[in-house]
Structure formats: C-alpha cells, structure tokens
C-alpha cells in the first residue's frame, strides 16, 4: 500500500529511512508550534486555541502535500507572515484579528485558483527575480527588527524613535544568550537546534523563577475561539485589497522558492526547477492548507524551506511529509510547555530565522541600481512602516519607474506595469 501510494522503493528509498527523514524535518521546524501562538496572541487571539490551530494546521497540510503532491516537504503556518497578520494589519492598520483572518482566506482561495487556473506559472515568471529576493529580505528586517523590540533590546525614543534598550535587563540578556545557543547549535549541525535552543532558554526561565511550571502534557485546549472565525465581509473592503495581495504574493514566491530548492536537493527537479507532474498539485496543497489554516484560525500556512533537512537526511516521497504531520498532530498535547514558553525564548529563534531571509541579499547585483534600488527600498521601508504591504507596494513602484528612467523599461514586464499601476492607485486613492 505503501509503495502505490507514495512510490517509496521506485525513488530508491525505504520506509524507515521516510520515517527517519520526517521526524528531522519536524525538529527542525517544531518550534514554530511555540513561537507562532505567542505572536497571534499577542494580536488579541487565545493562545491555546492559535497553539491547537498552529499543530492542526500543519498536520492538515502535511498530509495534503504527502498524500496529494508525494513531496518531501512540510507545511505550516509561515514566519513573517505571522508577524505581519499580528503587528502589521491588528495592531498598525488597526483591523480586528478576524478580519485579518478572512483576508488571509481569501489569499488562499486566490492562490487555489492560480493554481487550479494555471496562471501561477505566468505569475512566477512574469515577476522578476530582484523583488522575489528583495521581498524576502525585507520580511527578514521585519522579523529582526520584531524580534528586537519584543526582547527590548531597541526601545522607542521620542528624539530619534529607536534607541538602544537596556541590554543588561534579565529579558534582553537571555534573548541574546537564547540567540547565540541558536547559532552555536545550527553551527554545530544539531537536530532540532532552535527547538532545543527554546527549551534550554524556558528551563533557565523556569530555574530563575521567570517562568511558573505548568505541567508538559494535557488534553488539547478548546479551538472554538478561533474556529471559523474569520470576518470575511471585512476583508472584501477596498483598503484590505493590499493585505490580500501581500499573504499572497509573500505566500506564493516562498512556496514556489523552497519548492524548486527542497526538489532539486532530493533529485524530483532537473536545473530548472521542472519536476514530474510540475508544481500543480504541489501548489494546490499549499493553497488548501492556507484556507483550513485560516478556517482554523491561523496566519497563511505554507511550505518550510527546513524540509530540506529531511532531505537530506534521504526523504524522496510524500510520506516523509505525512510523518512530520503525524508529529504536528501529536504536538496538540503538548499545550502546557507552549504556554511556559517565555518571550525571551523565542525572540532569538525569530532573530535566526530573519538571518536565514536576509541571505537572498547575496544573489543582488549591486552593482545595477535599476536591481539595487528596489531591493534596498523593501529591506527599509517594510520594517520601518512595520508593513510587507507597504514595502511591497513601493518595491514594485521603485523597481518600474527606475527601469524606466534608467532607459530600462522594456525589462519591466507588462504584469509588473499591471501592479505598479494598481499599487499607484491605492496608494492615491486608498492611502
């Protein structure tokens, strides 16, 4: 049954060498069953129910993408997203949690039918390769510059509006300690390192007296709070159409990225990202895991670039993915310890994850300012507007009118002219 569902022995592996590959991807994403109900809480929603939301929704799109697309890849709710659903459109744009949630619905619905529609592959191409990699590390400033204020190591300043905190306090102390065991551990190839890395920092909480022990395992919380909760009549208003097309396109370039990336270091993709069967059915898992996640009452969930890991580690079919989301599911139990979990804890493994973003800076010609300039203005103005929409928006605006002054505009595609155009028009006409 095994081998008709998910071809284990005609991709040269084995069952337990599947199992093995899945329980290495899910240590090296576990914690995000942690970080990421600690920063939708922080938008007004339960944490418990966001914790069981968080386990379901990754296991539900593991299983999809294991069962329908027999990829090696595991899904959950995404980083930098998550930041962007709580202190991007809650707490800056002033919308409701369940608002945020509907537009995070719609953004999945979207992508479903590109996907279903075919029009993911004009989409992916038509984008140039300077704002899929400029995007990316403006959300990984957005997450370090999160990361920093919520440890309180950049405080506000009335004269120059951040300053330095007092890094010597208890909380900033222990995020840097919580960060440099992050890298230590990762430096050192250790499994699990940034869920390791939380523990150790919620057991030295715990020993401090910081943290009050809770219990480790308890029958999963009540996900009624956020079950179904999402506002989409609030979502379809006009100023949301921005928050809409940022879960999506952030979505749809980090899914395709790590999906040619994960493919091709398991052997499933020749040098130009094609693999059997194209990224059809793999696209539509991502996409269906996005709408149950915000049925759930989740950020945009989508594929980890940490599958790579399980990889490596020689997972070549769908059920490597379908292991990782068997442990998502029994994570559920696990509610206690994610409510034990201090901020201090987190704050460095969200600081490691910007890092990884901010690597995609590398692979920029700065050398070309018509490819610098967009790049720069994303990296700056979406943590410094604490909005992806917003960097987004002026990357797009940037990247056209500079190709076009520069005598470069026949580069500038005409789905790219498309955007700017309706970037141009919200800005003017929506703010």
């Not at 970080?35 to 929704?57: K, Q, R, W, Y």
């Not at 709710?77 to 369940?98: D, E």
């Not at 950049?154 to 960060?179: E, K, Q, R, Y």
């Amino acid at each position: 049954m095994l081998e008709k569902l998910f071809q284990v022995n005609a991709r040269g592996s084995t069952v337990k060498t599947e199992v093995i590959a899945g329980l290495t991807t899910f240590l090296t994403m576990a914690y995000i069953i942690f970080v990421n109900p600690s920063i939708l809480a922080e938008a007004g929603m339960d944490h418990g129910a966001v914790f069981v939301a968080t386990c379901l929704a990754a296991a539900v799109g593991c299983l999809i993408m294991g069962m329908v697309a027999n990829l090696p890849i595991a899904l959950a709710p995404g980083m930098g997203l998550n930041a962007f659903f709580t202190y991007g459109v809650v707490m800056s744009m002033g919308y409701s949690w369940q608002a945020a949630l509907g537009a995070v619905f719609l953004s999945g619905i979207l992508f479903f039918l590109l996907s279903a529609f075919k029009i993911r592959e004009w989409i992916i191409q038509a984008i140039p390769l300077t704002l899929k990699k400029g995007i990316s590390t403006g959300i990984g400033a957005f997450l370090a510059m999160i990361a920093l204020k919520n440890a309180g190591i950049i405080v506000a300043h009335p004269a120059t509006l951040v300053t330095l905190g007092n890094i010597t306090d208890f909380v900033p102390l222990m995020s840097i300690l919580g960060f440099f065991l992050v890298a230590a551990f990762t430096a050192r190839n250790l499994p699990g390192a940034v869920l390791l890395a939380i523990l150790i920092m919620t057991l030295i909480g715990l020993l401090s007296g910081d943290v009050s022990y809770d219990g480790v395992i308890s029958t999963p919380p009540s996900l009624a709070p956020t079950f179904l909760q999402m506002d989409i009549q609030a979502a379809l208003e006009l100023s949301m159409l921005s928050v809409v097309f940022a879960f999506l396109f952030v979505d749809l370039f980090d899914t395709s990225g790590t999906l040619i990336a994960v493919t091709q270091k398991a052997g499933l993709a020749n040098k130009d990202g094609q693999m059997p069967g194209g990224f059809g059915k793999a696209l539509l898992s991502d996409s269906m895991a996005t709408v149950a996640g915000a049925a759930l009452g989740t950020s945009n969930t989508t594929s980890y670039i940490e599958s790579a890991s399980g990889v490596a580690a020689g997972g070549r079919t769908g059920l490597t993915a379908v292991v990782v989301g068997g442990l998502f599911l029994l994570s559920i139990f696990f509610a206690p310890l994610a409510a034990m979990i201090p901020v201090y804890a987190t704050a460095g493994a969200i600081f490691y994850v910007a890092i990884l973003m901010l690597f995609s800076l590398k692979d920029i010609d700065w050398d070309d300012i018509t490819e610098a300039a967009p790049v720069t203005v994303v990296l700056l103005f979406t943590p410094l507007t604490f909005s992806i929409a917003n960097g987004i928006t002026l990357a797009f605006i940037t990247y056209t009118f500079t190709k076009a002054t520069c005598g470069k505009w026949r580069e500038v595609t005409p789905s790219v002219w498309i955007l700017t155009l309706l970037f141009v028009l919200k800005i003017i006409f929506v703010g």
